[in-house]
């Protein structure tokens, strides 16, 4: 079964500093790759996707994320981190399986925390 | 712009009774989703459900739990004597269908059982 690392669990950081978030995945086969968000008290929000094509991908509010099939990773990034975005960030695969229910498997998240 | 919308948002039970959390998936959907996410875990798959049937589940759905979609717009998840680790929040999630599986989900159903 696929599953999802995400290293950091907690990350700590100061205003306009940079924010990398790493995440691993195992399936060795053909995915989908996914980072979401889930501001406090809401709900999940996709930050960005990747389905195919090039491998660095532009999300919202400045992310992006970078896919490097070699290393099985997808690590999210963003160059300067403001206080808004202090969320929880999970990273997600899909694998592409014929006749599959496209199921999410989810990482344990990263709880992120911008201090001003 | 549509969204996945759940009702109720807090759901407070006693061990052993049924409940049945209720998601109105986007309107041209064609697959739905249950996740759950316990306090300080991961999100958790639970079902997929496509063409009126579960086309997956995972080991946390066992038979304490149902779906439903019965009037065509809702989709349901019953749990029919709940327990105490069944606390947690339910994500009802749809996609449409084709080969883009960009899933969309809803606010949430916090349930607490005591």
């Known amino acids: 079964a696929q599953s999802v690392s995400q290293h950091n669990h907690h990350v700590i950081l100061s205003e306009a500093a940079s924010l990398e978030l790493g995440c691993n995945y195992s399936?060795?086969?053909?995915?989908?790759l996914f980072w979401y968000v889930q501001y406090p008290g809401q709900h999940l929000q996709l930050l960005l996707k990747y389905f195919s094509g090039d491998p660095l991908v532009k999300g919202i509010k400045g992310f992006e994320a970078e896919f490097i099939k070699s290393k099985f990773s997808f690590n999210l990034r963003k160059p300067s981190v403001q206080w808004s975005d202090t969320a929880e960030y999970f990273c997600?695969?899909?694998?592409?399986?014929?006749?599959?229910?496209?199921?999410?498997?989810f990482g344990t998240g990263t709880q992120l925390k911008v201090e001003l | 712009e549509p969204e996945v919308t759940q009702t109720p948002s807090h759901q407070v039970t006693q061990m052993g009774q049924e409940v049945i959390l209720r998601c109105v998936p986007i309107s041209n959907h064609l697959y739905f989703y249950w996740y759950r996410q316990i306090l300080g875990q991961k999100v958790e798959f639970l079902v997929s459900f496509y063409n009126n049937e579960i086309s997956e589940k995972s080991e946390i759905f066992d038979d304490q739990f149902s779906v439903e979609r019965p009037d065509g717009s809702n989709f349901t998840l019953k749990i029919r004597s709940t327990k105490l680790e069944d606390s947690a929040m339910y994500f009802c999630?749809?996609?449409?269908?084709?080969?883009?599986?960009?899933?969309?989900f809803g606010p949430g159903t916090r349930l607490t059982v005591l």
């Open positions: 399936y060795g086969g053909t995915v989908n």
């Open positions: 997600a695969v899909i694998p592409i399986l014929t006749g599959g229910g496209n199921k999410l498997t």
């Open positions: 999630a749809s996609r449409s269908g084709g080969l883009i599986p960009e899933q969309f």
